[in-house]
């Protein structure tokens, strides 16, 4: 394998940097947008060459292989399509042991293409592991799945201009959780959010405070929040030392207040291949077709995600106890007064 490695770093990755620079180029200056908004067609042929070379996902060791695909316990996807079986797919059969992969990360280390081509970059295969630990079955097949595919990228959003982030416990934004878990509200300014203005980014891994009155080194928790969803606001290219490391990069980003999104996403994008069916006429319902099978996904996760109308009511709760206050929301809630003390 580290001969294929080599073989490919030197032959393909190498050669390649030149066609990314001068892409990159033509699509503007250093920080701007349009630098951002698409990814080099060379790179995802590099991925599917890797893929062919058997270099796909090879940061996974055979525990982390095991905690993956764990995720899809007892979880079958709409027709029948298993995510245990998706996600196997795109682990690797002989998983290398940690210093095993060290070796091959060396190589990698030649070309600034070569991890990324191989689904081996930073951030995604430290929040492919965090996903793989603790993801729920619908967030391993929202999320996990995609980034181990390279179809999606990520991004962690700790560090944060407020505080000194070296020290985790400083960091201040806000997760608000709702009683049942299923749900939080997010606010606060992050930045050097690497990947966060990738044109695929559409995860963002927030550190934030969930629990301000618990001893500093348990008080924080990790807020899945897409990278599309309304309250993200603002993202932002930095220059490092006038770099600005496209198309991937590494932005500001201000998290308002975000809420509601495990029920306005899916109806948003029900809305949208409700109308892609009507325009393909019986093709849109064709059993076999990509989009009744998408549409029926996404129908599934309006319930398989926790049902829409828990959501809403934990969504109430929050908002009730945000204007009202703890007692206040209570009364909105239940229609009785607390009782006195
Ligand atoms: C290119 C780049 C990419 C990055 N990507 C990400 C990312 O993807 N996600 C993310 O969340 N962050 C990211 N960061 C941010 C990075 O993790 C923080 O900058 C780093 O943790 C330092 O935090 P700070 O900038 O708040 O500095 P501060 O915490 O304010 O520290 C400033 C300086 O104070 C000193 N100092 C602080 N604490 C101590 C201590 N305990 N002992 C001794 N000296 C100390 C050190 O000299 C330190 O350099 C990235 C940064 C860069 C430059």
């Not at 097949?141 to 181990?148: D, G, I, T, V």
């Not at 962690?156 to 201009?161: D, G, H, R, S």
């Not at 201040?172 to 980014?201: E, F, L």
Request: aromatic content about 4%; overall charge neutral.
């Amino acid at each position: 394998m580290r001969e294929r490695l080599w073989a490919f770093v030197h032959e393909e990755c190498i050669p390649a940097e030149e066609s990314v620079e001068a892409f990159l180029s033509a699509a503007g200056h250093p920080g701007e947008a349009t630098r951002f908004a698409v990814v080099p067609p060379v790179i995802e042929a590099l991925k599917e060459r890797a893929r062919d070379l058997g270099l796909w996902n090879v940061w996974a060791d055979e525990h982390m292989c095991h905690l993956a695909a764990g995720r899809a316990t007892d979880d079958a996807g709409p027709c029948g399509v298993s995510l245990r079986r998706d996600i196997e797919a795109q682990l690797p059969a002989e998983p290398l042991t940690v210093s095993e992969y060290a070796l091959l990360a060396e190589i990698m280390g030649r070309s600034e293409l070569a991890a990324l081509a191989c689904n081996c970059s930073a951030p995604d295969t430290g929040n492919m592991e965090l996903l793989s630990r603790f993801a729920t079955p619908g967030q391993a097949r929202r999320w996990l799945l995609p980034l181990l595919q390279g179809r999606m990228r990520s991004a962690f959003l700790m560090t944060e201009p407020d505080v000194a982030s070296s020290d985790a416990r400083n960091i201040a934004c806000a997760i608000a959780v709702s009683d049942d878990g299923a749900r939080a509200t997010v606010s606060g300014r992050k930045w050097w959010a690497t990947g966060a203005c990738h044109p695929q980014c559409g995860l963002f891994l927030v550190l934030g405070v969930s629990d301000a009155g618990a001893r500093p080194t348990r008080r924080h928790s990790i807020a899945l929040v897409p990278a599309s969803a309304p309250g993200v606001r603002d993202v932002t290219p930095l220059l490092v030392f006038g770099y600005d490391d496209a198309p991937a990069g590494h932005a500001s980003v201000t998290l308002d207040a975000l809420s509601g999104i495990k029920v306005f996403v899916p109806r948003v994008a029900l809305a949208v291949m409700d109308r892609a069916i009507q325009v393909h006429g019986g093709a849109g319902v064709e059993g076999r077709g990509l989009l009744a099978r998408a549409y029926a996904g996404m129908r599934c996760l309006r319930i398989a995600d926790g049902p829409d109308d828990v959501h809403e009511r934990t969504l109430a709760g929050l908002e009730a106890r945000r204007v009202l206050g703890a007692a206040g929301a209570r009364e909105a809630v239940t229609g009785r007064r607390p009782a006195k003390l």
